[in-house]
């Protein structure tokens, strides 16, 4: 599989390689997934108890969309074509229905956002367009685009939720080009003055909304004024994917190397890599609750993951086979 691109001139984005819902959150009296804490609050089953996923046996994670840690609880999640996939506690866990194909995954604070297409035997409209599960996928908020739209490239604050999607085919509200939103409801334009002419990822700051970074073949480019302007902040080198830390971003360069680059002075650290071969890295996920914890997947469908900052990284999936 390819690295996939995009390029944007002025207004206009071209990809050049292809690669029972509500809008209201859960309700605990209606989900079984959802058990009440006080009043207003509710948590999550854990996975073992779950009605929604079951263990994963005999299956290859592959067709990945993107990984992330939803909802503060060290679950590692893998968005695929085939419906969300957890990894826990040593554990993998596959979701036993609403199977969507999810396209710009992205892992915030209390679930994930996401879009994309049904599954086998959904009654979702096609495509997805912007929708929010905050219970692992059991439960589907649509907020708004069903039927118009499948942001591939999209990417939303951790804490803040502030939303900046690449739409390729206009629709109802927007034009071809890079929107913001704070709360999906209100969308403006971004101007992308000194972003380069082919992309290949988007991602946005956890808290800060006015922080976005830009992957591309000649470097990371960073906006502080959500997207009015953009600084190359690496070599004029080709940067596959990029993730944000509270103080630091992470971001994949040629040669297949992670660097951790400081926010605050643009201090860079290249971390140590697995023994094993690694093909271009397409998603990197932080684990909010431990950034020492950083997890990686390849176009080869391989995922590995570090606890300790690239000192020791343990294969999870080599080539779409778990690692047992």
């Not at 995009?6 to 509500?22: H, K, M, V, Y």
């Not at 803040?160 to 927007?174: D, F, L, R, T």
């Not at 700051?205 to 906006?223: I, M, W």
Request: aromatic share 8%.
């Amino acid at each position: 599989m390819n690295k996939k691109w995009f390029t944007i001139l002025g207004t206009t984005i071209l990809l050049i390689s292809a690669g029972c819902q509500n809008d209201e959150e859960a309700n605990p009296e209606d989900n079984p997934e959802v058990v009440e804490v006080e009043e207003g609050e509710t948590k999550l089953i854990s996975l073992n108890d779950s009605n929604f996923f079951s263990e994963l046996k005999g299956q290859k994670i592959e067709h990945v969309h993107g990984i992330g840690y939803p909802g503060d609880r060290n679950e590692l999640m893998i968005a695929t074509h085939n419906g969300p996939i957890i990894y826990f506690e040593d554990s993998w866990y596959a979701a036993k229905d609403n199977k969507n194909d999810y396209m710009g995954f992205n892992a915030v604070s209390d679930g994930f956002y996401s879009s994309g297409h049904p599954g086998e035997g959904s009654d979702l409209p096609n495509p997805l367009g912007l929708i929010k599960s905050t219970d692992r996928g059991n439960t589907i908020n649509e907020l708004g685009f069903q039927g118009e739209s499948d942001f591939h490239y999209l990417t939303v604050g951790y804490e803040s939720h502030a939303i900046y999607a690449v739409n390729q085919q206009k629709n109802s509200e927007m034009d071809i080009g890079v929107y913001f939103s704070e709360d999906a409801k209100e969308w403006e334009p971004v101007e992308l003055n000194g972003a380069p002419d082919r992309l290949s990822g988007i991602a946005t700051h956890p808290v800060d909304s006015n922080v976005l970074a830009l992957t591309s073949p000649k470097g990371l480019y960073v906006s502080s004024d959500k997207g009015s302007s953009f600084d190359r902040v690496s070599d004029e080198i080709s940067v596959s994917a990029v993730s944000f830390m509270e103080n630091h971003l992470i971001y994949a360069k040629e040669n297949n190397k992670l660097v951790i680059q400081d926010l605050s002075n643009g201090d860079e650290q290249e971390l140590a890599m697995p023994s094993d071969e690694v093909d271009t890295i397409d998603y990197i996920a932080v684990n909010p609750q431990n950034e020492e914890e950083i997890v990686f997947h390849t176009t080869s469908e391989s995922i590995y993951k570090t606890t300790n900052l690239g000192e020791e990284w343990k294969a999870l999936v080599k080539n779409g086979e778990i690692v047992e």
